[in-house]
Nanobody
Framework: QVQLVESGGGLVQAGGSLRLSCAAS????????MGWFRQAPGKEREFVAA????????YYAGSVKGRFTISRDNAKNAVYLQMNSLKPEDTAVYYC????????????????????WGQGTQVTVSS
């Protein structure tokens, strides 16, 4: 079992920045990938960004590319999401997710790729 704990959400004005953090804990596990997803009220959960633990390849949704940066700290089993130039449409609950088993790389952008999820952290961007 892997537990994920997110932090760093909050209220920010449009154009501002926030940094989300997610720490993974458990016994005897090795991460394959970690990702960030978000869900706005009345909408489905959507992919934001993902990173492969070995090699550090990154993937981004088109809507956040150039504004958000995903990074990892292997020693801490932690993943971060630096969010810049925030827009009101970025308002959502942001979830961290983890996958342990290797898979086809391109599928790390899908919600079904991840078994472990955090509790979510609210990000609100005011106009």
């Amino acid at each position: 079992q892997v537990q994920l704990v997110e932090s760093g959400g909050g209220l920010v004005q449009a154009g501002g920045s926030l940094r989300l953090s997610c720490a993974a804990s458990g016994r005897n596990f090795s991460l394959y990938a970690m990702g960030w997803f978000r869900q706005a009220p009345g909408k489905e959960r959507e992919f934001v960004a993902a990173i492969l633990w070995s090699g550090g390849s990154t993937y981004y949704a088109g809507s956040v590319k150039g504004r958000f940066t995903i990074s990892r700290d292997n020693a801490k089993n932690a993943v971060y999401l630096q969010m810049n130039s925030l827009k009101p449409e970025d308002t959502a609950v942001y979830y961290c997710a983890a996958r342990l088993a290797p898979m086809l790389r391109d599928l790390v952008v899908t919600t079904t790729a991840y078994r472990y999820w955090g509790q979510g952290t609210q990000v609100t961007v005011s106009s």
